[in-house]
């Protein structure tokens, strides 16, 4: 998905540098100009916890907390790099709980 997504980011205003239309495939293309190569990790978190999910039908905490944490820290490097707020990410993993900032809600 992320190769087609950067195919389409190359071709429209990310970066308009191909008038070539990008092709539907989330396979290499080695025929277009734009390439994204990225390494497999050898260990994958969500891998763990779904095992561990398939066989204990729980989801550890700790782990929820820092695959969450993870996934909140890429999202916020992901809307600074698109320009989407002028906020600097921390560089600091917020595991579970509430976001820094948000109102604490009450019942």
């Known amino acids: 998905m992320l190769r087609w997504s950067w195919r ?3 071709y429209s205003y990310g970066a308009l540098t191909t008038d070539r239309y990008p092709p539907f495939s989330l396979g290499e293309e080695p025929g277009y100009p734009a390439r994204l190569d990225i390494a497999q990790p050898e260990h994958a978190l969500a891998v763990i916890a779904a095992v561990a999910l398939a066989f204990t039908q729980k989801y550890p905490r700790s782990l929820f907390d820092l695959i969450l944490g993870l996934n909140r820290w890429v999202l916020r490097v992901a809307a600074y790099a698109a320009l989407m707020t ?3 990410p921390p560089f600091r993993l ?4 509430t976001e820094p900032g948000d109102p604490e809600v009450r019942p």
């Open 8 to 10: 389409v980011a190359y």
């Open 86 to 88: 002028d906020a600097y």
């Open 94 to 97: 917020d595991m579970g709980g």
